[in-house]
């Protein structure tokens, strides 16, 4: 999060500022990508809030590191874990999950997988495999998606060459989570005793409730520009409002740079976009932010001040529910 020093009155246009000298670093979401990451997600959360900057904690796993939790598929002690975790931490939300299709390992001798069967394609002769099964990704995924809707949690979604996944993800979660609010309906009603207006009052609020998380963040975006308008609709389909869907581009993340990257993030607006560094390291966010803020200000035509300011609106909303 990063916010501009106040008071910050309103810049001519011919007077609108390029750098981020007027802003400061205001707070953090810390992600984590494996269970074994928690505990330090706990402690980095917890020395930011000493210093009295906002930080909410992030738990989830991440795509890239599913082969090392899903040893098979009746062990869903991980899930257990998130989602005591999560119980445990309130102000928590899920994150970084998602799916994966451009993570690779060396396939093992003589392995005959499901990616590689019927293919002729070079990639295919090098012997590679997904580093983590997509039917594997896929359940994990709509697993933690599943428990972020019931939770009520915002999530963070990784997607890398998987949004057709992501779309049937995103389907089998709406459908599972209609077939819940169908069952919590049925068992509150009187036996039938309800009258005609009553039943019909619950429908409609029945077709209103959330079928995904109330918030969905895709971080990292590497989506194209025409897969934009799909991506809200997949997340309107669960009854999400369009402005709880949010977008970030990461600095460390080579699209950043792409001459494609500016149209994107017009396309997007500033009202759906957030902040990111996606570093590892700290030590380098701030230089990052900056970069981020001035990249977003650049392509939307906007003073860094205000993009400071609008993202750490939305931020807000992601990451604390404020509206």
Not at 23 to 40: K, L, N, V
Not at 189 to 195: L, Q, S, T, V, Y
Not at 202 to 209: A, D, F
Not at 220 to 248: H, Q, T, Y
Request: with cysteine; glycine share 6%.
């Amino acid at each position: 999060l990063l916010k501009t020093i106040p008071p910050h009155p309103p810049l001519p246009a011919s007077a609108a500022s390029t750098t981020t000298e007027a802003a400061t670093f205001a707070g953090a979401a810390i992600m984590s990508t494996h269970p074994r990451d928690y505990p330090e997600v706990d402690s980095v959360v917890s020395k930011l809030r000493e210093k009295s900057y906002r930080a909410v904690p992030c738990y989830g796993i991440h795509p890239w590191f599913l082969h090392e939790v899903l040893h098979d598929d009746a062990d869903e002690e991980w899930l257990v874990e998130l989602k005591q975790r999560l119980i445990d931490y309130p102000d928590a939300i899920v994150g970084e999950i998602g799916l994966d299709g451009a993570r690779w390992r060396e396939a093992e001798e003589n392995t005959d997988t499901e990616e590689g069967s019927n293919k002729e394609d070079s990639i295919w002769k090098r012997k590679r495999v997904l580093a983590c099964p997509m039917e594997s990704q896929r359940r994990a995924f709509e697993q933690q998606l599943l428990l972020a809707a019931e939770l009520q949690r915002s999530v963070s979604i990784h997607v890398v060459r998987a949004w057709g996944e992501l779309f049937d993800s995103f389907e089998t979660v709406r459908n599972t989570m209609k077939e819940r609010h169908l069952i919590e309906e049925n068992a509150s009603r009187n036996d039938g005793e309800e009258n005609e207006q009553a039943m019909r009052k619950k429908k409609r609020k029945l077709k209103r409730r959330l079928l995904l998380p109330p918030k969905i963040y895709f971080h990292a975006f590497s989506g194209k520009a025409g897969s934009i308008s799909s991506i809200l609709a997949a997340c309107e389909k669960g009854n999400v409002p369009r402005e709880d869907i949010f977008f970030g581009f990461a600095p460390a993340i080579p699209n950043f740079s792409s001459a494609k990257t500016p149209s994107i993030m017009k396309q997007i607006g500033i009202h759906h976009l957030v902040l990111e560094t996606d570093l590892e390291d700290a030590s380098n966010a701030w230089d990052d932010l900056k970069g981020g803020v001035e990249g977003l200000a650049s392509a939307l035509d906007m003073d860094v001040c205000d993009v400071a300011d609008r993202t750490y609106e939305n931020a807000e909303r992601l990451y604390f529910g404020c509206s």
